[in-house]
Structures are given as C-alpha cells and as structure tokens.
C-alpha cells in the first residue's frame, strides 16, 4: 500500500471503512439488475470496484440495446438501486 493510500485511509474513520469492507463482500465481482428509469427498462452488470471513498463502479454487461455502458454511485445508494442477481 503507498503512502498516500495509507493517509487516506487512516482519515477514514472506522465506522465507514467497515461498511466499505461489508459492500465489497456483498458486492464486488456479482452480477447486478438495475432500472435508471429512463425508459431502458431492466439491465445487467458487474460490480467491478468499490473505492475506499465509497464509490461504486458498475459495468453494464454486453448484449443489451442501452444508452448506458456503465454507471457510478455512492455507497449509500446502492442497497436501493441495485439487486444481486444468480448467474448460473
């Protein structure tokens, strides 16, 4: 780990490093739905990273017709928009 990362970190307070820990268990690597309600109707995609600041990354997974390639958001959001999906 680098010293600016390091830094960075140790500014986190604990409360919020945990819950980043908790959602890259929950979250990062699966397979997703989500609906931006713009007419797009249901996508899929993969949770590619989870930022020590909380900023979610969300690739959109090839073959659907949508505007959208991949999106981003904030930790806090993501309990409501997105949903784990089983991927067999």
Same mark, same amino acid.
């Given at each position: 780990?680098?010293?600016? =990362?390091? !830094?960075?970190?140790?500014?986190?307070?604990?409360?919020?490093?945990?819950? #980043?820990?908790? =959602?890259?268990?929950?979250?990062?690597?699966?397979?997703?739905?989500?609906?931006?309600?713009?007419?797009?109707? /249901?996508?899929?995609?993969? /949770?590619? %990273?989870? %930022?020590?600041? &909380?900023?979610?990354? /969300?690739?959109?997974?090839?073959?659907?017709?949508? !505007? /959208?390639? &991949?999106?981003?958001? %904030?930790?806090?959001?993501?309990?409501?928009?997105?949903?784990? #999906?089983?991927?067999?």
């Amino acid at each position: 780990m680098g010293k600016q =990362a390091r !830094r960075k970190r140790e500014r986190c307070t604990t409360v919020e490093w945990q819950a #980043v820990k908790q =959602a890259r268990q929950k979250w990062l690597g699966k397979t997703v739905q989500f609906d931006l309600g713009r007419g797009d109707g /249901v996508q899929l995609g993969k /949770v590619i %990273s989870i %930022s020590e600041g &909380g900023d979610v990354a /969300v690739e959109c997974l090839p073959g659907f017709n949508a !505007r /959208v390639l &991949g999106l981003m958001m %904030s930790l806090g959001y993501v309990d409501r928009a997105l949903s784990l #999906v089983d991927v067999e």
